[in-house]
């Protein structure tokens, strides 16, 4: 477990290689994206999303309003693509796959998925990816958990609804914040 120290200190040299970057003109930024929660949205039984879902027999949790807001949020922003969902256990051509057969723009490609470590929450795991980089000049969250550490770039996502036009323009102001 890291210390308040320890996450200061952290967020001091990620604050520091962003306007690093920044000053030389570098405008990349990742986009750390969660699944389940962002695009994939669950439905409450008895709601009439769950019995949509029921009478079509479909149980793919993909909401497309969400996958088309990934995809203008990308249009918009090119954001480099981390994988930090829980399903990078199934590894990056599996998570890519599902993606691209959900209706993720072929033209968004992955740039790295957070090293799986069972002891550490998400959010320890999106900072050591930080850490171990040194080419961004900003980063964004998608995720429906929350990260009191690095709440600042989280964009929270409520898990059913996800990726929606409230979270989009908060993502949007974000962004407009590191150009």
């Known amino acids: 477990m890291i210390s ?20 030389k003109k570098n405008d990349s930024v990742y986009l750390f994206l969660d699944f389940d929660g962002v695009i994939n949205v669950f439905c409450l039984e008895g709601t009439p999303e769950y019995e ?3 009478s079509r027999k479909e149980f793919d949790f993909v909401r497309k309003s969400c996958m088309d807001k990934l995809n203008a949020f990308f249009r918009d922003y090119p954001c480099k693509l981390i994988i930090s969902s829980s399903w990078r256990y199934a590894g990056e051509d599996y ?9 993720m723009d072929r033209s968004i490609t992955l740039q790295g998925m957070t090293e799986v470590r ?27 958990g929350p990260m009191p550490h690095i709440r600042d770039y989280l964009i929270q996502t409520d898990p ?7 979270a989009d323009e908060k993502a949007r102001a974000l962004m407009r914040r590191f150009q």
């Open 95 to 103: 998570c890519m796959k599902y993606l691209y057969d959900h209706g």
């Open 160 to 166: 059913l609804k996800g990726w929606d036009d409230e």
């Open 52 to 54: 949509e879902a029921i």
């Open 118 to 144: 069972l002891e550490e929450k998400r959010e320890e795991e999106i900072i050591d990816y930080l850490l171990e980089k040194d080419d961004y000049s900003g980063y964004i969250i998608f995720d429906d």
């Open 4 to 23: 308040e120290t320890g996450w200061l200190l952290r967020n001091s040299r990620i604050a520091h290689t962003m306007r690093r970057n920044r000053k």
